[in-house]
Each structure stands twice: as structure tokens, then as C-alpha cells.
């Protein structure tokens, strides 16, 4: 094989491609020889953790993946669920936390980017985003630029694209402060009949590179993205990607409308690793073969090598294997909308993965075993241990509990969002029905795809990092059933679910064992509740000089609704109507303060235990509360989170500019209304439905309460202090500005 002008293969060039000595010995005795650069480099993009996942693999398998629902699992682009008239749900969650730390804008801004394209690679429309950011510490020197660039920058491509952002998650803490996460999810809609998949098929057929050109930014972006940072941090810089929304929107189009003539045989976005990862994935999965000539690529910058080429990741690029009787016509729709169209390889019967440039073979490798021939690590672990239960008697007892919901109503992670989801298009496409600020967003489906119908899909994203790290495997069920929770509470039912599982260093076996242990509460959640997972990401190595983020499995799921016209909302409608809370007792409305915000933001204590997770009482309690809303027989609806039932009842005045009077509290009045006790929601009613609602409850064995009632412009909490709706929206709508606003 040809090398000219290559470097030496040395141990500390392997090092620098992330591989360990024992990977590139495998390497050397999978190929007989020595590799050359350019295949040194596509072995690293291969086999780091971002594309292998060779240390979550073996608990991935762990994981439900189908049910009735389920047209498309984990293994492509991104998951497929039926929602009947013909019509398919398209959804996957990503990961782009090292790109954002680096250079938070355009780290954010491809983030959006990439996961579009797993969705428009399907066929499917994009008609909805969202997105989970974890920053660190408000006064960390850094937190305020990051949080400045990720919002622009998911704004920024978003709006620009032209796909509604409507819902996510915001949360501050300090173990984010050298690794903050972005999170990004993309919802599409496609007609069953036209899903696409990444399968090439077929010898001798042309395979073709579409949409922008090739440069150099994002390099080794999946190996960096494999790797904790260090002192070296700002140095990988050149590894985040560039993008432009403008050239994904005719991307998108351009894609949509060559995969209606059918010219299309397989089609793979280049998301990381590039041409190398999208060119084996689809030989591989048809099990052919693919040969590239990289004279053919086009390219923005002079003088690229070989090794470049295959490694860049800039942004905006397909794959495709194209019908060569349909060549003219495809060629056609790319040159309308001003795209690159390259015919750059062919599909082979060898099985081998050869690359030329310049004439020369720079590359040659038996495709499937770059990617079956990975390692997979059963990586040491150790269980952590159960933490001890939150001693209530070390807690004061606070005096007035609506002096503390003002300042908790204020704080970084309780505030309004509403400086960050301000600078969304959350709007554009005019289907938006429940926009930002309730538990999960709902959009109509448009009429082009169902002109005969109202149906709606619900969005939420949901996990709570502390309640992970104290006990992982009530955190990974909790994540679950909070985001089930959610969905529930507008009245929709639960589909499926994408996942984002951001952890430290699995090297590291207590960071091993937080990671098998949230996938063990996962799993038990999912099947619990009949919420399976189609798609998703994990994302390792998320640490700064060895110090981890919290772990957090963030699980982003949807759910279906058939008329969106009764969707339930957290706002308070009408004086005189009753509160009821639904799975909470009347002898004990919340107990349990363990990992509690609360506790946190009043006695700078993290500790205790996370609220247990009864999976039947959630799924009973869900499904009565789901009723309740279809036959219209509550006004409002709230599930039950952070804060507890204070925060929920003040979310609730705030969006409805009404207040409520509230019985004296049960037990300790702080844990009873600040405890974080799962599986409750809390609705409005009138008062003759109110009373035939806890008659029903009691019936089916589910516990129930009367709160007290709408009324005034304050909330009144009996014994226990009273605060001004001015007060609470004063509070709760000046953190985020102010913070971002200062100097």
C-alpha cells in the first residue's frame, strides 16, 4: 500500500488516536499489517466510545426496545413509533456536551444540527425540538459565557432551520463547571409507507455525497468527544464542527423530495466520525462492500489529505446509495436547491472498506469488522452503596413556609426559563398547542399529514442528576416516571422513549457501577410503565481533570393524544373551583425531603435518600388522572416534581393569575409541602366534580386530597404564611435576567 509523506506509526501517535495498546495490537492482528495513517484514523473513529459504545453495549442490551408501537428500534438513525392514519412518530436525543464547553455557539448550534438530520435521514418532517442543558455553578467564572453561546446557539440554527423548540430542561451545578451538557431532540412525522433506512442493497450501485462540502472543522471530533478534558481544553478548539441552518433547510428539502422519486436505495447522515463512519455503517448493515475515491468529494478547502477527509465532520452532509436509472433525476433535485451532488464510490461483493486519493490506496479494511470486530468491555463495577435516610430531626422546622417558596421560587434551578425560551422560535409552523412553562409541550399534528384529524403529540424531557447520584437506581426509575408523569398530565399517553446517558469516566468502576445501576431502574421503569426506548446516545468521559458531572440519564419521551382540544393545562381557570391532589394522602400530603431542592436551597444540604419509586402507584395514578382529563372533568392539571406541592401550586397561580386558599397542612408542614413524593399530580375541579372525583379515587384505592380552593391573588397557606402572586412572579421571573444581564 502506497504511504507517501505518511508519519511513522508510534506508540504515542496510537495514544493520541485514543486507542490503548491492547486495541491497536487487535488492530494489527485484524489486518496482518501495519495500518497506514488514514486507517489508523478510521479505526479510532470506529472505535472510540462515541461511536463503539464499546463500555455501554453489554447494558444497553439490558434495555426494553419493543413493543406494539415500535416500528423501528435502536440501531438506526432514530427510532420510529406507529400513531395510527398511516403515520409514524421519528424521534432520537444526542449528545454535543464536549463541542459546547470548547465553543458554546457553534457546539450547541451542530448539536441541533446533527439531530435534525437523523431525523430527515428517515423521511420524516421535522416538526419539533427540545433540549436538556446542564451548566455549572452560577458563580463559576465560565458559566455565564457558556450559557450566552449554547441558548444563541440553539436558537440560532433552530429558528434559522425552522422547526419549533418547545421544551427542554435548565439546571446549575458546580459539577457541571469544567463539562456542561447539551442535549438535543428532534421530533418528525412521516407517512408509514416511506420510512428510509441506512441499509445500502445491491452490488455496483453508485454511492453518492450530498448537500454541503467537506472542510476541515471537526476533525476527530468523535475521539475528542471519547475523552475526559484537561489543562489542554481550549486546544481542541478546531474539533468543533461549523454550521449553517440555511444549507440543512435545503438539505432537508432537497432530501425530501429525492427520496419521493424513488432514487433512493439507502441514505446516512455524516454526523460523527464523517464519510468514514456513514460509508461503513451502510456497507456494513447490507453486508457489501465500499469503495470511495476522494477525488471525487467535494471540498471547501485546498489541499485536504486523505485523513482529513475521513475524519472531518463539518456539518450539512449525506450518503447516499442511489437507483442508477434515477441518477439524472436525483442530480436534478440537488442542483435546484443549490447542493452538492457527487457520485464519489460504488458498492462492492468484497466486503472491504477502500478508500483511494490521488490514485493512491490509503485505505483498504474489512468493513464489517470496524465495526463487529470493536471492543466491548465488561468494565469492573461496584454497586454504590444506598445512602443512609435524610434524619428529619436535624431539619428546621421553618416558621413561614411562604417566605422559603419565595426564595426557592427564585432559584437558579426553579426560576422561569423564559430568557432562555424567548430567544426560540417556539411557534413557527403554527402547531404549537401547549407552548413552554407546563409539563410537556404539545403540538397538533399538522393537517398536511392528517387533514381529517386532531391528534397532538407530547414532549418532555426529564431526569433529576441528584437523585441519581445518591441512588442510581431509583434515579434511573425516577427519571422514567417523572417524564411518563409529564405527558400524562396534558392528557396524552405515553409512547416511547430516546435517552441521553452522560456519565464520567467508566473506567472509573464506581462510575461503572452508577452507570449499570441507573440502566437497572430504567429498564424496570420502562417495562413497568410500557414506555420502551427506540433510540438514543451515550456520552462518557464527561470529566475535567477527574472530576465528573453528576450522572445524568436524561430520558426524553412523547406520547400521543386524539383530540389536543382537551388538553389539560397547569394554569388555574376559575375562582371558586376546588385543588385536589391526586396520590397524596389526607393524612400526609409529602414527606419526604431526602435530595429535595428544599433542602438544598434553604440548609446548602445535599442528602438523604431520593423519594422511593412505587411504579404501579405511578402508572395507576397516571392512568386515573389521564381519564379524568379525556371525559373534561378537570381544568387544570400539574404533576408534582421539584419543590414539591408548593412549588406546583405556585406554578399553577402564577400561570393562571389567580391565587387559592390552602388547608392547614398535614404532619410537618415543610416536608408536607415542600417534600418531593412521586407519583402525584395535582388538578382543579368544580366542586360538585371535585367531590365525585375523591368518592372515585377512593374507590380504585388511590389516595387523594382536598387542598383548598382558587381564590384570590395570593396564595394563603393556613398556619404557615401567605405571598402575593406580585410577590411569587417577582421572584420567579427576575433570576434569569438579572444573572444573565450583569456584568
Given at each position: 500500500?502506497?504511504?507517501?509523506?505518511?508519519l511513522?506509526?508510534?506508540?504515542?501517535?496510537?495514544?493520541?488516536?485514543?486507542?490503548?495498546?491492547?486495541?491497536?495490537?487487535?488492530?494489527?492482528?485484524?489486518?496482518?499489517?501495519?495500518?497506514?495513517?488514514?486507517?489508523?484514523?478510521?479505526?479510532?473513529?470506529m472505535?472510540?466510545?462515541?461511536?463503539?459504545?464499546?463500555?455501554?453495549?453489554?447494558?444497553?442490551?439490558?434495555?426494553?426496545?419493543?413493543?406494539?408501537?415500535?416500528?423501528?428500534?435502536?440501531?438506526?438513525?432514530?427510532?420510529?413509533?406507529?400513531?395510527?392514519?398511516?403515520?409514524?412518530?421519528?424521534?432520537?436525543?444526542?449528545?454535543?456536551?464536549?463541542?459546547?464547553?470548547?465553543?458554546?455557539?457553534?457546539?450547541a448550534?451542530?448539536?441541533?444540527?446533527?439531530?435534525?438530520?437523523?431525523?430527515?435521514?428517515?423521511?420524516?418532517?421535522?416538526?419539533?425540538?427540545?433540549?436538556?442543558?446542564?451548566?455549572?455553578?452560577?458563580?463559576?467564572?465560565?458559566?455565564?459565557?457558556?450559557?450566552?453561546?449554547?441558548?444563541?446557539g440553539?436558537?440560532?440554527?433552530?429558528?434559522s432551520?425552522?422547526?419549533?423548540?418547545?421544551?427542554?430542561?435548565?439546571n446549575?451545578?458546580?459539577?457541571?463547571?469544567?463539562?456542561?451538557?447539551?442535549?438535543?431532540?428532534?421530533?418528525?412525522?412521516?407517512?408509514?409507507?416511506?420510512?428510509?433506512?441506512?441499509?445500502?442493497?445491491?452490488?455496483?450501485?453508485?454511492?453518492?455525497?450530498?448537500?454541503?462540502?467537506?472542510?476541515?472543522?471537526?476533525?476527530?471530533?468523535?475521539?475528542?468527544?471519547?475523552?475526559?478534558?484537561?489543562?489542554?481544553?481550549?486546544?481542541?478548539?478546531?474539533?468543533?464542527?461549523?454550521?449553517?441552518?440555511?444549507?440543512?433547510?435545503?438539505?432537508?428539502?432537497?432530501?425530501l423530495?429525492?427520496?419521493?422519486?424513488?432514487?433512493?436505495?439507502?441514505?446516512?447522515?455524516?454526523?460523527?466520525?464523517?464519510?468514514?463512519?456513514?460509508?461503513?455503517?451502510?456497507?456494513?448493515?447490507?453486508?457489501?462492500?465500499?469503495?470511495?475515491?476522494?477525488?471525487?468529494?467535494?471540498?471547501?478547502e485546498?489541499?485536504?489529505?486523505?485523513?482529513?477527509?475521513?475524519?472531518?465532520?463539518?456539518?450539512?452532509?449525506?450518503?447516499?446509495?442511489?437507483?442508477?436509472?434515477?441518477?439524472?433525476?436525483?442530480?436534478?433535485?440537488?442542483r435546484?436547491?443549490?447542493?452538492?451532488?457527487?457520485?464519489?464510490?460504488?458498492?462492492?461483493?468484497?466486503?472491504?472498506f477502500?478508500?483511494?486519493?490521488?490514485?493512491?490506496?490509503?485505505?483498504?479494511?474489512?468493513?464489517?469488522?470496524?465495526?463487529?470486530?470493536?471492543?466491548?468491555?465488561?468494565?469492573?463495577?461496584?454497586?454504590?452503596?444506598?445512602?443512609?435516610p435524610?434524619?428529619?430531626?436535624?431539619?428546621?422546622?421553618?416558621?413561614?413556609?411562604?417566605?422559603?417558596l419565595?426564595?426557592?421560587?427564585?432559584?437558579p434551578?426553579?426560576?422561569?426559563?423564559?430568557?432562555?425560551?424567548?430567544?426560540?422560535?417556539?411557534?413557527?409552523?403554527?402547531?404549537?398547542?401547549?407552548?413552554?412553562g407546563?409539563?410537556?409541550?404539545?403540538?397538533?399534528?399538522?393537517?398536511?399529514?392528517?387533514?381529517?384529524?386532531?391528534?397532538?403529540?407530547?414532549?418532555?424531557?426529564?431526569v433529576?442528576?441528584?437523585?441519581?447520584?445518591?441512588?442510581?437506581?431509583?434515579?434511573?426509575?425516577?427519571?422514567?416516571?417523572?417524564?411518563?408523569?409529564?405527558?400524562?398530565?396534558?392528557?396524552?399517553t405515553p409512547?416511547?422513549?430516546?435517552?441521553?446517558?452522560?456519565?464520567?469516566?467508566?473506567?472509573?468502576?464506581?462510575i461503572?457501577?452508577?452507570?449499570?445501576?441507573?440502566?437497572?431502574g430504567?429498564?424496570?421503569?420502562?417495562?413497568?410503565?410500557?414506555?420502551?426506548?427506540?433510540?438514543g446516545?451515550v456520552?462518557?468521559?464527561?470529566?475535567?481533570?477527574?472530576?465528573a458531572?453528576?450522572?445524568?440519564?436524561?430520558?426524553?419521551?412523547?406520547?400521543?393524544?386524539?383530540?389536543?382540544?382537551?388538553?389539560?393545562?397547569?394554569?388555574?381557570?376559575?375562582?371558586?373551583?376546588?385543588?385536589?391532589?391526586?396520590?397524596?394522602?389526607?393524612?400526609?400530603?409529602?414527606?419526604?425531603?431526602?435530595?429535595?431542592?428544599?433542602?438544598?436551597?434553604?440548609?446548602?444540604?445535599?442528602?438523604?435518600?431520593?423519594?422511593?419509586?412505587?411504579?404501579?402507584?405511578?402508572?395507576?395514578?397516571?392512568?386515573?388522572?389521564?381519564?379524568?382529563?379525556?371525559?373534561?372533568?378537570?381544568?387544570?392539571?400539574?404533576?408534582?416534581?421539584d419543590?414539591?406541592?408548593?412549588?406546583?401550586?405556585?406554578?399553577?397561580?402564577?400561570?393562571?393569575?389567580?391565587?387559592?386558599?390552602?388547608?392547614?397542612?398535614?404532619?410537618?408542614?415543610?416536608?408536607?409541602?415542600?417534600?418531593?413524593?412521586?407519583?402525584?399530580?395535582?388538578?382543579?375541579?368544580?366542586?360538585?366534580?371535585?367531590?365525585?372525583?375523591?368518592l372515585?379515587?377512593?374507590?380504585a384505592?388511590?389516595?387523594?386530597?382536598?387542598?383548598?380552593?382558587?381564590?384570590?391573588?395570593?396564595?394563603?397557606?393556613?398556619k404557615?404564611?401567605?405571598?402575593?402572586?406580585?410577590?411569587?412572579?417577582?421572584?420567579?421571573?427576575?433570576?434569569?435576567?438579572?444573572?444573565?444581564?450583569?456584568?
Open positions: 500500500m502506497e504511504r507517501p509523506n505518511e511513522p506509526i508510534t506508540p504515542e501517535l496510537v495514544a493520541a488516536h485514543g486507542l490503548k495498546p491492547d486495541e491497536y495490537e487487535r488492530i494489527l492482528k485484524l489486518i496482518g499489517r501495519e495500518p497506514s495513517l488514514t486507517e489508523l484514523g478510521i479505526f479510532s473513529a472505535w472510540n466510545e462515541h461511536c463503539s459504545y464499546k463500555s455501554s453495549k453489554k447494558w444497553l442490551k439490558t434495555l426494553p426496545t419493543t413493543g406494539p408501537q415500535v416500528v423501528c428500534g435502536p440501531g438506526e438513525n432514530a427510532g420510529v413509533v406507529d400513531i395510527g392514519d398511516g403515520l409514524v412518530a421519528v424521534f432520537k436525543m444526542e449528545s454535543h456536551n464536549h463541542p459546547s464547553y470548547i465553543e458554546p455557539y457553534q457546539g448550534a451542530t448539536g441541533v444540527g446533527g439531530i435534525l438530520r437523523d431525523v430527515f435521514t428517515m423521511g420524516a418532517r421535522p416538526v419539533a425540538a427540545m433540549n436538556a442543558l446542564r451548566f455549572g455553578a452560577p458563580e463559576h467564572e465560565k458559566t455565564r459565557h457558556v450559557v450566552s453561546g449554547v441558548v444563541a440553539v436558537g440560532g440554527y433552530g429558528n432551520f425552522g422547526v419549533p423548540t418547545v421544551g427542554g430542561e435548565v446549575f451545578h458546580p459539577r457541571y463547571n469544567g463539562n456542561c451538557l447539551v442535549n438535543a431532540f428532534a421530533l418528525g412525522i412521516a407517512r408509514a409507507d416511506a420510512i428510509f433506512y441506512s441499509k445500502a442493497e445491491g452490488v455496483g450501485l453508485p454511492v453518492v455525497y450530498l448537500g454541503a462540502k467537506t472542510g476541515r472543522d471537526g476533525v476527530g471530533g468523535a475521539t475528542m468527544a471519547s475523552a475526559e478534558f484537561g489543562e489542554e481544553t481550549q486546544s481542541k478548539r478546531p474539533t468543533v464542527q461549523v454550521g449553517d441552518p440555511f444549507t440543512e433547510k435545503r438539505l432537508l428539502e432537497a432530501c423530495e429525492l427520496m419521493a422519486t424513488g432514487a433512493v436505495v439507502a441514505i446516512q447522515d455524516m454526523g460523527a466520525a464523517g464519510l468514514t463512519c456513514s460509508a461503513v455503517e451502510m456497507g456494513a448493515r447490507g453486508d457489501l462492500g465500499i469503495a470511495l475515491d476522494l477525488d471525487l468529494v467535494p471540498v471547501r485546498r489541499a485536504m489529505t486523505a485523513y482529513e477527509m475521513m475524519l472531518s465532520e463539518s456539518q450539512e452532509r449525506m450518503l447516499m446509495v442511489l437507483r442508477p436509472d434515477r441518477r439524472e433525476a436525483a442530480e436534478a433535485v440537488f435546484k436547491w443549490g447542493l452538492d451532488f457527487a457520485e464519489v464510490g460504488v458498492t462492492t461483493d468484497d466486503l472491504r477502500r478508500v483511494s486519493r490521488h490514485g493512491d490506496e490509503v485505505a483498504n479494511l474489512p468493513i464489517k469488522d470496524l465495526g463487529d470486530e470493536a471492543p466491548e468491555y465488561d468494565r469492573p463495577w461496584v454497586a454504590p452503596e444506598p445512602p443512609a435524610l434524619d428529619m430531626e436535624s431539619v428546621p422546622q421553618q416558621i413561614d413556609l411562604a417566605e422559603a419565595v426564595k426557592l421560587i427564585g432559584s434551578d426553579l426560576c422561569s426559563r423564559r430568557w432562555v425560551w424567548e430567544q426560540y422560535d417556539h411557534l413557527v409552523q403554527g402547531n404549537t398547542v401547549v407552548r413552554p407546563g409539563d410537556a409541550a404539545l403540538i397538533r399534528i399538522d393537517r398536511a399529514f392528517n387533514p381529517a384529524g386532531d391528534k397532538a403529540l407530547a414532549l418532555s424531557s426529564d433529576t442528576p441528584r437523585y441519581v447520584e445518591a441512588d442510581p437506581f431509583e434515579g434511573g426509575k425516577q427519571a422514567v416516571a417523572e417524564c411518563w408523569r409529564n405527558i400524562t398530565a396534558v392528557g396524552a409512547l416511547a422513549v430516546t435517552d441521553n446517558l452522560n456519565f464520567g469516566n467508566p473506567e472509573k468502576p464506581e461503572m457501577g452508577t452507570f449499570v445501576k441507573a440502566l437497572e430504567i429498564g424496570e421503569a420502562c417495562r413497568a410503565l410500557a414506555f420502551p426506548i427506540v433510540s446516545n456520552s462518557l468521559y464527561n470529566e475535567t481533570s477527574g472530576q458531572i453528576l450522572p445524568t440519564p436524561a430520558i426524553a419521551g412523547i406520547g400521543l393524544m386524539a383530540d389536543w382540544k382537551k388538553a389539560a393545562t397547569i394554569a388555574f381557570k376559575a375562582e371558586g373551583e376546588a385543588i385536589l391532589l391526586i396520590g397524596g394522602d389526607p393524612k400526609q400530603w409529602g414527606a419526604h425531603l431526602g435530595q429535595s431542592v428544599y433542602l438544598r436551597e434553604m440548609f446548602s444540604r445535599e442528602e438523604g435518600a431520593p423519594p422511593p419509586v412505587d411504579l404501579q402507584r405511578e402508572k395507576r395514578h397516571g392512568s386515573f388522572v389521564r381519564d379524568l382529563i379525556a371525559e373534561g372533568r378537570v381544568s387544570a392539571c400539574h404533576d408534582l416534581s419543590g414539591g406541592l408548593a412549588i406546583a401550586l405556585a406554578e399553577m397561580a402564577m400561570a393562571g393569575g389567580l391565587g387559592a386558599d390552602i388547608a392547614p397542612p398535614p404532619g410537618r408542614a415543610d416536608a408536607a409541602l415542600f417534600g418531593e413524593d412521586q407519583a402525584r399530580y395535582v388538578v382543579t375541579a368544580t366542586v360538585e366534580d371535585a367531590e365525585t372525583i375523591l372515585e379515587a377512593k374507590a384505592g388511590i389516595p387523594a386530597a382536598p387542598l383548598g380552593t382558587v381564590a384570590g391573588t395570593s396564595l394563603d397557606f393556613d404557615c404564611g401567605s405571598v402575593s402572586l406580585e410577590a411569587l412572579k417577582q421572584a420567579h421571573e427576575a433570576w434569569f435576567p438579572d444573572y444573565m444581564g450583569a456584568e
